[in-house]
Structure formats: structure tokens, C-alpha cells
């Protein structure tokens, strides 16, 4: 049975006509720009999420938290580690400063879940972001704004069935990450010669080795599809030095990747609009706490997918450019 969902579009117009200003610290440029005094409106918010560092898609998730935050008046608190574990730590931190509300990356479930429930316990709002849209409500949190993987792993498989894809092989750059899984296994539904790759999506250098002897080996590989921007970089490279033909495609976007389905080098892009995802986590928290708003109508919001490709890359390129999109 499938949900019911609230478009991003409708949540954006909403949160924007509710909401008044607010920040990070405050710069010259923010003055410059009107956005409130960070803290004006009396909240704080901790915004954790398993950023890897150097993967360029966080940079605009923070962008977007951040703006919401100045838009609302709010003190922004953003931290990130790709180990569960730690991350678990970070959240338990966040409860234990008293924070009005936690905004959080799911990608790891089982090992946040003790933290996530003893925010709940504190009564402070959480609400979950870009991973863990099936099991955000068993860990308490309110509202989850982000991509059904699954769905979006089933439209490339759909997309690249119809393209003659018969074995695709699907990279996975973060292990036990259940978004990424749910992406391929997306694909795999579709095209059931999918083949999986794990990788270490931390050493780009590691990556392209990967990738290059996988390709080199098993010339059947008709398309790559990545689970990130940078890796689908990575592939690209790899892909010459194999002299494989395989197609590429990948979720999320970044600039450089941008110019690469501009220039052909990348079939296309799914993107889960990842400032989105920053803005109406932080947004929706701002709103709970003021007015008891629900946004979602009790059901997750979705930023995606949403195709990139040849038909609308002129229109998309430079909001990559200006790392909101």
C-alpha cells in the first residue's frame, strides 16, 4: 500500500508564507541580506547528520539547514561523523544541552535508535532527514523530509530497463547504510541483472581502483549507477581507464557532475534536492515550536526524485553552481 505524501513544492510555499527570518552567526553579508539575529526567535536546534567529509552533497544540506535557520531567527547547531556510533553520541549530546529540537540523518537506525527515543523522552522534537523514511515513526521522530530510496532506486531501474540495461552494477559507498540499499535493491526490481559493488566511498582513490578492475573484468556491465555525486565522478574515470562502454548514472547532483550530464559523460542524475531537505527540516522544527504545526500531515515529505538530464540541465546547472541545488 503506498503512502500518502505532501509535495515538496506545496511544503516550501507553506513553510515560506509561515515563516518570518533567522541565522547562523551573524556576518556582514547576513545584515547585508535582513536575516535575523540568530537566537531571535528563542529556539536552538542541533542538526546532526553522517556527512563523510568531502562529499559535497552535505555542503548543501547545510546550506539549506543554515538558511532556514537564519530566515527563523534560530542558533543552528550543525555537527556530522559517518560512524554510527558516534553519531549516536552526537545526538545524545544534543538532548543533553536541552536543545528545543534535533534534526537528524536516519541512515543508521538500530544503532541511533537509543538516542533519537531519549530525545523523546526529554520532550524534545525530532525530526528525520534524507535517510530512514521507514523507520523514522518506530524511533519517535515527528516528521522525515527526503526521498523514498526505494521508489527512486525502482524509477533508474525503470529508466535504464527502457534504455536496454540488462546488468547494471550498483555501487554502494557506505556500508550498512539502509537508503543505499534500498536504492539498488530499487533497481535490482527492475532490472534483476543488477550486480552490487561495495566500496569505500572515503578515498576517491580506492573508488576508481574498485571500479576500474571491476570493469576491466566483466565487460557485460552495461550502466554504473552510483549512489553520489563524487562517485559517480570516480566512475567516469574509471570507466576510460577500463575502456569499458558502460553508461553512467547516478542519484544526487553536485556541480561537477552537473557539467557531466551537460557534456554526456553522465546519462543523468536523480536528485533528492538536498538544500530542500536542510531548509524544511529545520523550518518544519521552527514551526512545531511555535504553532504545533504537523508538516506532512503525519506522512513523510518528499524532495524526490527528480530527473536531471539533457531535456532541463540548462535550466538546473546553475543552481548547482550557487550550491542550492
Not at 41 to 57: C, L, N, Q, R, W
Not at 66 to 75: H, I, N, Y
Not at 91 to 116: E, H
Not at 137 to 159: C, H, N, P, Q, W
Request: hydrophobic share 40%.
Amino acid at each position: 500500500m503506498r503512502r500518502g505524501f505532501l509535495a515538496v513544492g506545496a511544503a516550501t510555499v507553506l513553510l515560506l508564507a509561515a515563516c518570518s527570518s533567522g541565522g547562523r552567526e551573524a556576518t556582514e553579508e547576513d545584515g547585508a541580506s535582513g536575516g535575523n539575529a540568530p537566537g531571535s526567535s528563542g529556539y536552538t536546534i542541533a542538526f546532526i547528520t553522517h556527512e563523510t567529509p568531502g562529499d559535497t552533497f552535505w555542503d548543501k544540506v547545510r546550506a539549506g539547514a543554515e538558511q532556514a535557520a537564519k530566515d527563523e531567527g534560530v542558533t543552528l547547531k550543525y555537527s556530522n561523523d559517518p560512524d554510527a556510533g558516534k553519531q549516536a553520541v552526537l545526538i545524545q549530546q544534543a538532548v543533553d544541552s536541552k536543545v528545543q529540537g534535533i534534526a537528524t540523518t536516519l541512515v543508521t537506525p538500530d544503532a541511533l535508535a537509543g538516542s533519537v527515543k531519549a530525545a523523546g523522552a526529554a520532550g524534545i522534537p525530532v525530526v528525520g532527514l534524507n535517510a530512514g523514511i521507514d523507520q523514522y515513526k518506530d524511533l519517535g521522530a515527528l516528521m522525515y523530509f527526503g526521498s523514498d530510496d526505494t521508489v527512486a532506486g525502482e524509477s533508474i531501474g525503470e529508466r535504464i530497463a527502457a534504455a536496454g540495461a540488462k546488468h547494471p552494477l550498483c555501487v554502494i559507498h557506505q556500508q550498512g547504510s539502509v537508503s543505499l540499499e534500498a536504492r539498488c535493491a530499487g533497481v535490482r526490481a527492475k532490472v534483476p541483472g543488477t550486480e552490487n559493488l561495495q566500496v569505500n566511498g572515503a578515498d576517491d582513490a580506492a573508488v576508481v581502483s574498485a571500479l576500474q578492475a571491476k570493469l576491466a573484468q566483466d565487460k557485460t556491465i552495461d550502466y554504473v549507477v552510483t549512489l553520489g555525486a563524487p562517485i559517480a565522478l570516480d566512475t567516469v574515470q574509471a570507466k576510460e581507464q577500463a575502456a569499458s562502454t558502460a553508461k553512467v548514472a547516478t542519484f544526487d547532483l553536485n556541480a561537477e557532475t552537473a557539467k557531466a550530464v551537460k557534456a554526456g559523460t553522465i546519462e543523468f542524475a536523480v536528485d533528492q534536492q538536498p538544500y530542500a531537505q536542510g531548509y524544511l527540516a529545520v523550518s518544519s522544527l521552527y514551526l512545531y515550536l511555535k504553532n504545533g504545526n504537523d508538516i506532512g500531515g503525519g506522512g513523510p515529505t518528499l524532495t524526490g526524485p527528480s530527473y536531471v538530464d539533457a531535456s532541463n540541465i540548462d535550466k538546473i546547472l546553475p543552481f548547482t553552481e550557487k550550491n542550492t541545488r
